[in-house]
């Protein structure tokens, strides 16, 4: 946060004592220090921005995408994973998201299509419940274009870690195409 939003924290005053037997009674400095406490918590608990600007690197809020275009799409080896996009995050809290499409030329027979977050390139993750793991078998119209969304990881990091969008597919006939969006926010 910009320091113009988030004031020093207050610092209790010097040689002040609390007056009364039960504390219940402050001197004037005390009475002031715990109204900047109160000013410097609500400081802290802002509402957001409202003028419908991007947040700066490292504030709360940031906002990273990654996209590969349909113009750009990587053809795909049925049943093999495939990078689509990554992002590179700094230390922090973020959670990280995507979508996938697979387009097939001709009349591709895809039966099955996956995609994932993870940290590992290409590679199907060992944890599924934990990478936004999503995937769905069945027999899709030939040649018709499938759209993937990838759940939610979420990334707590304390160095920069780049973070795949990987999507696999199985496919007979001609081939198929992939492309998409890796989304992240920093979350604190």
């Given at each position: 946060?910009?320091?113009?939003?988030?004031?020093?924290?207050?610092?209790?005053?010097?040689?002040?004592?609390?007056?009364?037997?039960?504390?219940?009674?402050?001197?004037?400095?005390?009475?002031?220090?715990?109204?900047?406490?109160?000013?410097?918590?609500?400081?802290?608990?802002?509402?957001?921005?409202?003028?419908?600007?991007?947040?700066?690197?490292?504030?709360?809020?940031?906002?990273?995408?990654?996209?590969?275009?349909?113009?750009?799409?990587?053809?795909?080896?049925?049943?093999?994973?495939?990078?689509?996009?990554?992002?590179?995050?700094?230390?922090?809290?973020?959670?990280?998201?995507?979508?996938?499409?697979?387009?097939?030329?001709?009349?591709?027979?895809?039966?099955i299509i996956s995609g994932w977050v993870a940290p590992s390139s290409a590679t199907i993750p060992g944890?599924?419940?934990?990478?936004g793991y999503v995937t769905l078998r069945t027999a899709f119209t030939a040649g018709a274009v499938q759209?993937?969304?990838?759940?939610?990881?979420?990334?707590?990091?304390?160095?920069?870690?780049?973070?795949?969008?990987?999507?696999?597919?199985?496919?007979?006939?001609?081939?198929?195409?992939?492309?998409?969006?890796?989304?992240?926010?920093?979350?604190?």
């Open positions: 946060m910009p320091d113009i939003l988030a004031p020093v924290r207050p610092t209790p005053p010097a040689n002040e004592a609390v007056i009364g037997p039960n504390g219940d009674r402050h001197s004037q400095a005390w009475t002031q220090y715990h109204k900047s406490v109160s000013d410097w918590i609500s400081a802290q608990n802002d509402k957001g921005a409202s003028d419908g600007s991007e947040a700066a690197a490292g504030d709360i809020g940031e906002f990273l995408t990654a996209s590969l275009a349909h113009g750009s799409a990587h053809p795909m080896t049925s049943g093999v994973p495939i990078d689509v996009a990554w992002l590179d995050l700094t230390a922090g809290d973020w959670d990280v998201w995507g979508n996938i499409v697979f387009f097939p030329s001709g009349a591709a027979t895809i039966s944890a599924l419940e934990s990478e759209g993937l969304p990838i759940g939610r990881v979420r990334l707590l990091t304390t160095t920069t870690q780049r973070m795949y969008l990987t999507g696999a597919a199985v496919f007979g006939a001609a081939g198929v195409d992939v492309f998409g969006t890796l989304n992240a926010r920093r979350q604190r």
